[in-house]
């Protein structure tokens, strides 16, 4: 028996549903265990449904996951206090890589039509760069020198996040790179 919608189902309820059964089967058993049909049986509605909400299929509700992941993100490197924004950020960075592996695969590494760094950059992602670019244009530098700068520190924090994923890093060295990392940025 193919599973169905209820039959007043919200079309936006029913999206966050197929969005969170998609990071929870990813978190669970990996991004290769996320396909249409698993979903659909996951949250008992049916295929077409949810072609429906996603006509783009799997990489659809994958790009929404991604953009909701930034949106996680960027409330996870917004430091309430302000004491120190640039360790605030390279240590709430990580910590969430680590945290959601799957969900951080899927922001970074998942085919998606999604453009970074342009005009038609959704506007989920460009607040996800504020905080780098706030952190890394303390002092007096040019808007295009602090762009660069944060790209260079969103590059790096990324490069650690996944070497230490794969247990690239030697994490007894943790604290040193981080303070090494964030040395290089203060001035």
């Known amino acids: 028996m193919t599973p169905s919608t209820p039959p007043r189902a919200d079309p936006a ?3 966050r549903a197929i969005v969170d059964a998609a990071r929870r089967v990813a978190e669970t058993e990996g991004w290769s265990a996320v396909t ?5 049986a996951e949250i008992g509605f049916s295929q077409p449904i949810l072609y429906r909400n996603f006509p ?44 959601h592996p799957a969900l951080y695969e899927a922001m970074f590494e998942a ?10 950059t959704p506007a989920q992602l460009r607040a996800a760069f504020e905080p780098f670019l706030r952190a890394a244009s303390m ?9 660069v700068r944060a790209e260079l520190l969103w590059s790096m924090l990324h490069g650690v996040a996944r070497l230490s994923a794969s247990e690239r890093l030697d994490p007894a060295l943790e604290q040193a790179r981080l303070g090494a990392i964030i040395a290089l940025f203060v001035s």
Not at 87 to 93: D, I, Q, S, T
Not at 111 to 120: L, P
């Open 111 to 120: 085919r998606t039509r999604i453009v970074f760094a342009a005009e038609q």
């Open 13 to 15: 309820e029913r999206s």
């Open 56 to 99: 783009g299929g799997r990489d659809e509700i994958v790009e929404q996951v991604m953009i909701a992941g930034f949106v996680a993100m960027t409330d996870e490197l917004v430091d309430p206090v302000e004491a120190d924004p640039l360790e605030h950020l390279v240590r709430a960075y990580l910590a969430f890589a680590r945290a």
């Open 139 to 147: 002092g007096e530098v040019d808007e295009r020198t602090a762009v």
């Open 36 to 40: 249409v049909r698993r979903l659909a």
